[in-house]
């Protein structure tokens, strides 16, 4: 099989795990192939970045963010991140491969019917009301970055402009003007900060106006006339939007912030609710962002860590974790001399104990929180890890939730309740 060429040429297998296929586009600094996973034959996309154009460009920080967000948000409506690699000079995000295209080619052929409008809108809202929710505001909402399922569902796509909770300045607002232009709200325009959920909201009633009319609300030839449109929310419905969808799109398309609908006041809007159900999440992420499921299948032994592993992430002078943000972080890891299932009974004890939802899988644990945290409920996995006949690695990641709440919960709860199976913690001294 024939493969584009990169700088240098992309390799048929990838890591031993993918094999890539055809180009499916591309940008300023990335490609996208086609892609299969050679064990489950799962069919995926997989975004190969090139870190040396990213680097010159000082862009590292927006593909740092970029993953940190899509760790963040596990929606049915949402992209899914799969997993992240890395060479000397490339990074590979492997993604959720959505093969019905963009929701823009469906408006490129004229505007859509009311109802299935109205069915995007409600995919689009609960995916924004997810990623609001984790302290996530996506920036660039447009029917190009809104992907279409092989069963005609919604999946957001593209947070490469996103912004989390720390791009806040102390006015608790974000600065960074970005978005396109037509889509963009007015207060982002103005740059004197702005609150990331609320022009988000803005840009889903753009995207609700183009949906139901085929054409844009604010539109011309002349950039700044198109802006001073923005700036007073001046735009006209077409005679075949509804009474009730126009009801709708007028308290979106409010030019100033704070007299603009909220998501929790769209959702219980009567022409939204129509036929609407909300998702529900079900499955805890694990640190990887795959689902779990919540009845495992046993195995009769935990997964070998290999030296390599053991030392990079025990060693705290040996990091290898400069190009992403890791919740592999001192505190994080320990190692037992006690047996893999004595290891378990005791994850499982704790998270009983502490009035956890519980789940076990092969070897990891996952327990979350039932109470909402700051960024929703805290999901924690536990993973054990063979090293050596008589020694085993157990390794904690944050799934879900607040990096703070995490922190002390491994602090104030993990320690202390696993003190007596740790023979010792990452970057520490052997404590016997």
Known sequence: MKFETMDERVRNILFGKYEMGRMLGQGTFAKVYYGKNLVTQESVAIKVINKDQVKKQGLMEQIKREISVMRLVKHPNIVELKEVMATKTKVFFVIEYVKGGELF??????????????????????????CHSRGVYHRDLKPENLLLDENGNLKVSDFGLSALPEQLWNDGLLHTQCGTPAYVAPEVLRKKGYDGAKSDIWSCGVVLFVLLSGFLPFQNENIMKMYRKIFKAEYEFPPWISCDARRLISRILVADPQKRISVSEIMINPWFIKGFSKPVAVCIDDGDNRDVELIGTEVSSPRFYNAFEFISSMSSGFDLSSLFESERKSGSMFTSKCSSSAIMGKLESLAKKLNLGVCVKEFKVKMQGKDEGRKGKLAVTAEVYEVAPEVAVVEFSKSAGDTLEYKKFCEEDVRPALKDIVWSWQGENNSQ
Do not use: N, T
């Not at 080619?105 to 809202?125: N, T």
């Open 105 to 130: 080619a469906k408006v490129l052929k004229g505007k859509l019917k009311e109802e299935s409008a109205r069915k995007y809108f409600q995919q689009l809202i609960s995916a924004v009301d997810f």
